[in-house]
C-alpha cells in the first residue's frame, strides 16, 4: 500500500511559488491603496474647485461684478483645509473673461484646475437730448 502525501520536494516548490508569489501580491495591493488616497485627495479638489467657480459665477449675476485680480484664499472641505485661488484673465473677445480657480495643499501644490469664463455685461448708456 502506497502512502499518501507530499514528498518533501513538492512541498519545497510550494513553498517558493508561495515566497514568490507573495510579494507581488502584498505591492500591488499597496499600489492599490495609495491610489485610492491619491484619487479621493483629486477628487475633493476638484470639488472645491468647482464649489468655488459656481460661487463665483453665482456672485456675478447677483452683483455684476467678479475679482479681476489673483485672489486667494484657504477652505475646510472634507476634513481637510485647501488653498485656493482665482484668476481672471482677458481673452480676445472684449468683455469676456477666462476665470482659471486653482486648488491644492498650497500655492506651489496644485492638485486641481477648473476653468469656466464670463462674459462682462455692458452698462446702458443713456443719451439725452
Keep these: 500500500m502506497r502512502a499518501r502525501g507530499f514528498t518533501l520536494i513538492e512541498v519545497l516548490i510550494a513553498l517558493a511559488v508561495v515566497a514568490v508569489a507573495l510579494p507581488a501580491l502584498v505591492m500591488r495591493v499597496q499600489s492599490v ?11 475633493f479638489a476638484y470639488w472645491v474647485a468647482q464649489n468655488r467657480m459656481e460661487e463665483l459665477l453665482i456672485d456675478y449675476q447677483l452683483r455684476k461684478q467678479f475679482p479681476k485680480t489673483k485672489v486667494n484664499d484657504r477652505v475646510e472641505f ?19 473673461y477666462r476665470m482659471i480657480v486653482r486648488v491644492g495643499d498650497n500655492e ?22
Design 78 to 96: 472634507g476634513g481637510k483645509e485647501w488653498y485656493w485661488e482665482v484668476e481672471a484673465e482677458t481673452t480676445a473677445m472684449e468683455g469676456m
Design 33 to 43: 491603496s495609495d491610489n485610492v488616497g491619491y484619487i479621493e485627495e483629486k477628487t
Design 108 to 129: 506651489k501644490d496644485i492638485t486641481a484646475i477648473v476653468s469656466g469664463f464670463v462674459r462682462e455685461e455692458k452698462k446702458e448708456q443713456t443719451v439725452v437730448q
